[in-house]
């Protein structure tokens, strides 16, 4: 397995003395792993992601982010797929409505669900964290 987290600093502004502005764009977790398909029904898994903080000026806590995830099945006789893969890609956005609210529209597009043959999906979720 390989991961990677990168965050962007800018430097200190010298004349006020502020402190440093956060680059907005901050790499997700990315992986990439590999499985003996005769013992594993999950041959192969790549996945990576983005996300940015405070990408509306008015809105400096919200956090929007992307989101991409492949899956290779296994081929062993019996894995019982029909496809040889699936793919979902994600996009969210969560507004930090309070100190303590944030409510999470989420989008997912999913090619080949589960490898059994079945339609492309698509998912829409919304949550609310409320942190006490």
Not at 24 to 49: C, F, K, M, Y
Request: negative net charge; proline residues 6%.
């Amino acid at each position: 397995m390989t991961a990677a987290t990168a965050c962007i600093w800018s430097g200190i502004n010298r004349s006020t003395k502020t402190r440093p502005r956060r680059w907005p764009w901050t790499a997700l977790p990315n992986t990439a792993r590999q499985a003996d398909e005769q013992v594993s029904e999950l041959a192969t898994h790549i996945g990576a992601g983005v996300q940015a903080t405070g990408l509306v000026t008015d809105r400096p806590d919200d956090v929007t982010g992307l989101m991409v995830s492949r899956v290779d099945f296994s081929d062993a006789p019996g894995a019982g797929f029909i496809d040889d893969h699936e793919t979902a890609v994600e996009v969210f956005h969560a507004v930090q409505l309070t100190p303590w609210m944030t409510l999470k529209p989420d989008f997912q597009y999913i090619v080949n669900p589960g490898g059994m043959g079945l339609d492309d999906a698509k998912v829409a979720t919304l949550r609310a964290e409320i942190a006490l």
